[in-house]
């Protein structure tokens, strides 16, 4: 045991009356064989059949205990398991409803996933049903964006909305069908405060409140699982009383269960087993609740609801700050200060030097009208003491005066920083205050930085920051040491404990292991061209992927040449190489590569071309096909490709997106592709639907999957990254901020990646930094 609280799980149904078995729910903990990771992932499946078929209850169940067992089964993800049921699921309903003769017996299933791993819990909605989760602080409302959205089974293309949360003890998870209207997040709220009986009288207060579905409510246990009864039904009264959570709040007692032994379950009961979970060490680096993102395979994310715009934003101002709206003190007059002193001193040294010169020829011996021949030691004495005296009188004019302005320009700066506040709703006007405010700090800085300029200059910025959708990421050294003079990262790939680096000087990967609070490298990881080995035909590598190790070669990386040889790179060992087929024109010039599930796509835009291998886990044998159809769009400036499902995006070197739909089914409909596919700028005052952003050099792409489900396009000119969603509306954009004191605006990003853990990698050459995203 690792001190991570295993979870039983309190099962109600409603109608509050039904048998306290709930139809349609299956849950299935790790039995027999399974992959790595699975151990103690829990998986529930709560479904509902409508149509016309013969399908019996007992071939329904069976037919999902396979599914459950691919689950177990599957390496990746969990999110990456979970699509993969759902698509599984759907692919044989759908075989089966366009079968000849199907026309009147067609079926489609509404589906809800969850899987519980340690204190974490997973979602996926399909169809028409909704899923609430009730927890102190992170609450959920899981359903398709387009309610009139059909179940699986009625076309190919699958839509699922992932979500993910942390489960707390008497957090409430509520799944439902033809969900009341009146079910809303408000009316969810404080639920996990309530004993079952309360919650179900607010559920069902309204004469509406008709559906099916099921509670399940956390506690902490063994693992086990139970169906239990209402001690009381719920009554209806006229006024429900609301519960505030609060310091006060009281947790509800503990049920009074109607607990039905396993093994006296009856024929009509789904339940599996109550085998509790084995611990594990959570993710601390997990957000607690992550945002729902829309996802599908097999489906033109173009088609799918845009998420609404965020709030909040103003548009950029070009100019660091605009004119002062009120007289201020300007710079000039210390100029003019420093400038009379220096001339007043000039005339000092000459009216000193005279002086001298006079009183020395009186005491001097010799004749009264002839000069006075001085030393040439004297000389140079005079000429070392004048000017120093009259230097330390310019500077002590100088710091007279700054010390009399520079309160002053801290107390302009803070006046408008506190005007700018008072501005309201009005993004504009307190930019430009916000903005006028960084003038005056930068003013009083130039005579010296204090705690107070310090630290209203970064309230300042930080709320500049937040008007303009800049997220600031606080990144440290990934890197023990510096990497040799000359490195340069081009690509990095990150695991939970692994970075991978592409150096384009050497064309060689590099492999760091995380260790305490860096990634330290690994000496021995051989992984690009060996000048040692006389056989290896193997060119400096262009690109590269990281790929489970649960593989026939035991490889971590999967990296490509310019022609075409694939060198799968394993810790600890030489590796393997292996040749792609060549298209039927043989290879132009690599430029990327994408893996997807077990297919390949590979850019080579000297002969704009995306080319598709279907592999076998990831062994690709067979000759590559053409990813387009009849349209090919322009490719010989692509930089970079990524692809998830049947959608691939392409980024161009003018900074614009093309975004593919691949179609399987060539008889039936082409692969279309939208060039370019438009940017979506959704901060305040923009709202505009761009080609690209002219101020932006994007150079590099990196897609991450669900619950993320983002696009990340890192911008060189600004060393920023631009994050999207899938439909390429912008949700923000993040900006290094480097804590070992070097400016990022100075140096020039080469390379990033995302990990599934939300960590920004960004390299600047030689040097690598590392952060969480917000």
Known sequence: MDGHPLFDLNIYTYPIFEKMTAPGLMIFPPTGKVARGRENNLLIVYFTLSGQTAITTEGLHTWMEKKAESFHRNPGTVTAGMRELIESVNLDLYQ????????????????????????????????????????????????????????????????????QCIINSNDLLLLSFNTPENWTEELMAGGQQLSSENFARRLFNSPDSSGRGLIIRFQEGTGKVSYLRYTQAPVRPAVIETIQAGPEAVLPPAEEKSEIPFKNLGPDTVLRTTTPLPAEKPNSSLPSFSSVNQVGSGQSVKNQAARQPQQGYVPAVESKAAAPREPLIETDAIKSAVGKTLRTGAKVKRQASDWVKQALQKVAPGKPDQPVQFSRGLLIAIAVVVPVIIATIAILTFVNHANSTTPQYLALAQKLYQQAGNAGTDGATRLTDYQQSIYWLDKADSYGKSSDSIALRNTVQASIDTLQGVISVDMVNATSDVLLSGTNISQMSATNTDLYALDSSSGKVLRFSLNGGTYQEDKSFDCGPNPKNPISNLGPLVDMVSISPDNS???????????????????????????????????????????????????????????????????????????????????????????????????????????????PLKDMKSTTCLAPAPFVDTRAGKNSTVNSFPDAQFVQMHLTESPDSSLYLLDASKDTIYHFSYLRNLQRVLHPRLTDGNDSTKLIPTSFTVSSSRILFLAFSNRIYYGQIP
């Open 553 to 663: 070669y035991n490889a971590t990386i999967l990296a490509v040449d310019a022609k075409g040889t694939l060198d799968y790179c394993v810790p600890g060992d030489t590796g393997y190489i292996v040749k792609l087929s060549a298209p039927d024109m043989g290879w132009g010039k690599i430029q990327s590569i994408s893996l997807y599930q077990s297919n390949l796509y590979v850019l080579d835009n000297k002969d704009n071309a995306v080319f598709r291998f279907e592999g076998s886990g990831i062994d690709f044998p067979d000759k590559p096909t053409l990813f387009f159809d009849e349209e090919i769009p322009p490719l010989a400036d692509a930089l970079d490709i990524e692809e998830i499902g049947y959608e691939l995006y392409i980024l161009r070197g003018n900074g614009q997106m093309v975004e593919c739909t691949y179609s």
């Open 96 to 163: 089966r409803n366009t079968r000849p003769g199907r026309q009147n017996s067609q079926v489609e299933l509404d589906l809800q996933v969850a899987v519980i791993k340690r204190e974490m819990l997973y979602l996926a909605n399909c169809g028409r049903g909704q899923c609430f989760f009730i927890g102190g602080g992170n609450s959920l409302h899981l359903r398709n964006i387009d309610q009139s959205s059909r179940g699986l089974g009625c076309s190919q293309a699958v839509g699922a909305r992932f979500s």
